[in-house]
Structure formats: C-alpha cells, structure tokens
C-alpha cells in the first residue's frame, strides 16, 4: 500500500505547516498561560479553507 501523498495533499499538508509555523507557534505559549485562542486564528483558518475541509463542495465545504 503507498501511503505517499499526492501532490494536492502534499500542498494542503505545506500550508498547515506554515500557517501553524506563522500563526500559531509564536503565541502557543501565551495561549495556553492564558488558556484562551485568540479568536482570529479561527477567521484564518476559514480563509485558508480549513473549516470546510469535512463539508462536501456542494453544500459549500473546501
């Protein structure tokens, strides 16, 4: 069985990468003291079309 990403899965696994390197690593120690997200990582998150990844296309998921 290969279990190699194909190039689309390979591009979305880059992207959660960076977004999590950028947007959530520099605050995760800050987050958890304070044991609250700040709330717009969730609005990036959309943008990204992660929310959206479970939702079919045709009722508007990613």
Known sequence: MDLT???EQEAVRKLAED???RE???HVVA???AEN???SIVKK???LGFLGL???EEYGGS
Request: hydrophobic share 50%; aromatic share 10%.
């Open 5 to 7: 990403l194909n190039e």
């Open 19 to 21: 977004f999590v390197a």
């Open 24 to 26: 959530v690593a520099p």
């Open 31 to 33: 987050w958890d003291r």
């Open 37 to 39: 997200v700040d709330k």
């Open 45 to 47: 998150l959309g943008d």
């Open 54 to 56: 479970t939702v079919p």
